[in-house]
C-alpha cells in the first residue's frame, strides 16, 4: 500500500543539526524527495535523492537513504530560525505512466533560539 | 518563485455551489498535477494531465473534474461543494512524459478553498 511515515514535531536549538527522518513503503519508487512548507506557503521543493544512491548533499542539506529499511532522512547543518517550517518528504513509485508523489504526513520544525 | 501560477488565492462559496480553480504551470512543462492538502487527509494526488490528456487518478471525488487545455493551463472544477471540501488546493507541474522516469515537481502557491 501506499503510507509514507514521519515524525509529526520536532525541536531543535538555533545552530544545531536537525534531522528529519521518513520511512516509506514503495520499493520500486526511483525518486524521493523533501519539500519544505512555511505558514501559509505552498510547497518548496529543497533536494531528492536517486534511489541508487546512498547519500546526497547540498550545501546545508544531507539526504541519507536506506533502502533495504525504506528510510529516508533530511539532515540539516547549522539549523536556523528560518529553517522552522513542516518538512514532507515524498516517494515516486515506480509506474507505466505516472509520476505521482505519494506524501508524508510532514514534520514541523521548530527553531529556538 | 516556482514559476507555477494558481488562481484565485483565497475563494470561500457555500455548500453545494461550484468553483474552478486555475493553474498555468511552468514555462515548457507538460505536465500538470493537483493535489489537495487538508488537515484529516493530509496532501493528496488528484488528478494528472500530460499535454492535454488525463494520465492518472487518484483521490479524485466523483463531483470533481480536471482538465488541460492546448496553451497547457488547467482547471480544477469542483462542484457540489461540501464542508469537508474546505482545503489547500496545490497544482504542480513537471516536464515528465511518462515512463519510468521521474522528474522534480514544481508547486504553485495554492488556493484555499473555504466552504461555508
Known amino acids: 500500500g501506499e503510507d509514507v511515515e514521519q515524525s509529526l514535531f520536532l525541536s531543535v536549538r538555533e545552530g544545531d543539526s536537525s534531522v528529519i527522518n521518513c520511512t516509506y513503503t514503495?520499493?520500486?519508487?526511483?525518486?524521493l524527495y523533501w519539500y519544505k512548507q512555511e505558514p501559509g506557503a505552498g510547497l518548496q521543493l529543497l533536494t531528492y535523492?536517486?534511489?541508487?544512491?546512498d547519500m546526497k548533499q547540498d550545501q546545508r542539506l544531507t539526504v541519507l537513504l536506506n533502502k533495504k529499511d525504506k528510510h529516508l532522512s533530511l539532515r540539516i547543518a547549522d539549523t536556523q530560525t528560518g529553517d522552522s517550517a513542516i518538512y514532507f518528504c515524498?516517494?515516486?513509485?515506480?509506474?507505466?505512466?505516472?509520476?505521482?508523489?505519494?506524501f508524508g504526513t510532514g514534520t514541523r520544525l521548530q527553531v529556538f533560539p | 518563485d516556482s514559476g507555477v501560477t494558481q488562481t484565485p488565492k483565497h475563494l470561500i462559496t457555500a455548500t453545494g455551489q461550484r468553483v474552478t480553480l486555475r493553474c498555468s504551470p511552468r514555462?515548457?512543462?507538460?505536465?500538470v498535477y493537483w493535489y489537495q492538502q487538508s488537515l484529516d487527509q493530509g496532501l493528496q494526488f488528484l488528478i494528472q494531465y500530460y499535454n492535454g490528456e488525463e494520465r492518472a487518478k487518484g483521490n479524485i471525488l466523483e463531483r470533481f473534474s480536471a482538465q488541460q487545455f492546448p496553451d497547457l493551463h488547467s482547471e480544477l472544477n469542483l462542484s457540489s461543494l461540501e464542508l469537508g471540501d474546505s482545503a489547500l488546493y496545490f497544482c504542480?507541474?513537471?516536464?515528465?512524459?511518462?515512463?519510468?522516469?521521474?522528474?522534480?515537481?514544481?508547486f504553485g502557491p495554492g488556493t484555499r478553498l473555504t466552504v461555508t
Open positions: 504542480a507541474s513537471s516536464p515528465q512524459r511518462g515512463g519510468q522516469v521521474s522528474y522534480e515537481q514544481y
Open positions: 535523492i536517486f534511489s541508487n544512491m
Open positions: 514503495d520499493s520500486s519508487s526511483t525518486y
Open positions: 515524498a516517494e515516486s513509485p515506480l509506474s507505466y505512466n505516472t509520476d505521482k508523489l505519494i
Open positions: 514555462s515548457g512543462d507538460l505536465s
